[in-house]
């Protein structure tokens, strides 16, 4: 056993990756079961196609036009259903993306002792938590999707306890705990790394104030859904800005919490004794919205992104307009034009409201196709370009140094076998398959599949040349 002398020590950096952010499609247990039904006890998929490695082959030379449809978000779901533990009862969510981590993490609930009814033809979740849970958040599921993590904040505050296994490292860098850790030590939680979990206790959490190093996403979740049972106000300063953020607080604000400023770099909470259940709809996913409005300029297209926010993606989209895209507002979403070869556009990632690192790959796509050179910047994972090697097998002039990449843009991309290494990798990939000459296989897509629902079925409406087939290649059986 290890006692956490300081936060760094649960810190994994260097770690090797050994099993990637994603799952591995085969280990997913796969019964072909009805529609819409839970399935107790088992990891059901997703998608009942990946229950096998599959891959995609997309055509080049497709425009992308028409209308397309987006439902919630990854990466607020997964957290909206991590906070339903917090309150004993059923918690119903809707806007639920039919992606592969909503089955893990329906899994993962299930696991803590929480019915699980998912109907994915009205994309809703309901979770009817038990007077006692769990505290127990095992590897097998951890490792396969990191963002269980959500669950130890919660555990926490509820039970007293969460023994949390440590995700490790993922292709796009070594994703450390240690602000989690941090929070939770100064909220008077010990915590401890014991044969690869976090084991953090308190009977009763306190009122602290916290700054974070750096304005973490899931740190400041955890923090939050540890503070709204706490004992006392809590203050998180550089908190994270992100929509998700503002929409699990708003959630947790429906539940009886009492939380200000979400959506701010300082949120304060002040504890309550207990909190309701409460029915709350997902809010819209930026990322694959905004990966439509790359997907638009780089193919000449002509795409309405429905159920988007486009003030969550207001540096994206002033990108575009860069490039010499039109963007137009529409009702509920946007609408992005393009007629002509995009022009190079720089792009720096940062935390909200700064251009997203999810769409990073989309970026370095879009200037690949450009007219001109550019330079991309990183500035929140270390390992985001690694798959740079493999946009570079389609033809794309990358080269990068640190958390720099110049991209010198050709008009055409050369169509290749690639292997995605995650999920936003993986749409890049996908979509610098439509602007490549001949045919792009892409591989692994089960990453694809945690974040981007039906993306090949939506990608065809739109006119793009893609499908979906088993990989021989991929030694299966
Ligand atoms: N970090 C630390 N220590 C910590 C926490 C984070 O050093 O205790 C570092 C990370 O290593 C990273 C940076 O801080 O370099 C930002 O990490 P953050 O905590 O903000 O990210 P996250 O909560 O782990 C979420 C999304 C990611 C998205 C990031 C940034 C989920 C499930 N994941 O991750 O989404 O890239 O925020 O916006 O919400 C994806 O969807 O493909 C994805 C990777």
Sequence with gaps: ????????????????????????????????????????????????????????????????AGDVQVTGAKNSVLKLMAAALLAPGVTTLSEVPDILDVTIMSELLRRLGCGVHRDREAATVTIDVP????HRADYDLVRRMRASIAVLGPLLARTGEADVALPGGDAIGSRPLDFHIAGLLKMGA????????????????????IWLDFPSVGATENL????????????????AREPEIVDLCVMLGHMGAQIEGAGTSTIVIVGVDSLRPVSHTTVADRIVAGTWAMAAAMTLGDVTVHNANPAHLEIALDKLVTAGATVDR??????????????AVDAVTLPFPGFPTDL?????????????????TENVYESRFSFVNELARLGADIRTDGHHAVVRGRPLLSGAPVTTPDIRAGAGLVIAGLVAEGETIVSEIHHIDRGYPKFDEQLRVLGAKIVREDDPAAGFG
């Design 1 to 64: 056993m290890v006692v956490l002398a300081d936060p760094g020590h649960v810190a994994q950096g260097g770690r090797a990756v050994v099993a990637g952010s994603g799952v591995d499609a085969r280990e997913i247990y796969h019964a072909g079961h009805p529609k819409g039904t839970a399935y107790d006890g088992r990891v059901e998929t997703a998608n009942a196609a990946i229950a096998r490695p599959q891959r995609f082959r997309v055509t080049g030379g497709a425009r992308l």
């Design 131 to 134: 007077q006692k849970v769990e």
């Design 190 to 209: 010990t915590v401890e790394n014991e044969h690869g979990f976090i084991v953090a206790k308190a009977k009763q959490l306190t009122g602290a104030t």
């Design 224 to 239: 939050v859904m540890a503070a709204v049972l706490a004992d006392g106000c809590t203050e998180i300063d550089n908190a």
């Design 330 to 343: 529409v009702d509920d979403g946007f609408r992005v034009m393009m007629d002509r070869r995009p022009t």
């Design 360 to 376: 990073l790959p989309m970026a370095l796509a879009l200037n690949a196709v450009a007219s001109g050179t550019a330079m991309v």
